[in-house]
Nanobody, 115 residues
Framework: QVQLVESGGGLVQAGGSLRLSCAAS???????MGWYRQAPGKQRELVAV???????NYADSVKGRFTASRDNAKNAVYLQMNSLKPEDTAVYYC??????????WGQGTQVTVAS
């Protein structure tokens, strides 16, 4: 089992920035760490993932604005969100996936971008 605790969500004006953090109880055996989001009435979608080696993959809608980073020594993954837009409003979930295939989710943190 891996426990994930997110922090850093909140209310921000359009054009502003937020930094999300996710602390994992362990990263041994974990390959990818990343972020997904779910807006009201919509399906959960990928925002960004980062492999243990540092390779990243971003949703087209956030490329150039969001940056994912990872600190394996601290068992943490981060999401720096700049130039936020109202359409970025969602619950953001931290997610990790083990090399063996199992996945784990955090409880989610609300991000609200006011226009």
């Amino acid at each position: 089992q891996v426990q994930l605790v997110e922090s850093g969500g909140g209310l921000v004006q359009a054009g502003g920035s937020l930094r999300l953090s996710c602390a994992a109880s362990r990263t041994f055996g974990i390959n990818t760490m990343g972020w997904y989001r779910q807006a009201p009435g919509k399906q959960r979608e990928l925002v960004a993932v980062i492999t243990r080696g540092g390779s990243t993959n971003y949703a087209d809608s956030v490329k150039g604005r969001f940056t994912a980073s990872r600190d394996n020594a601290k068992n943490a993954v981060y999401l720096q969100m700049n130039s936020l837009k109202p359409e970025d409003t969602a619950v953001y979930y931290c997610s990790v996936r083990a090399y063996a295939g199992e996945g784990y989710w955090g409880q989610g943190t609300q991000v609200t971008v006011a226009s």
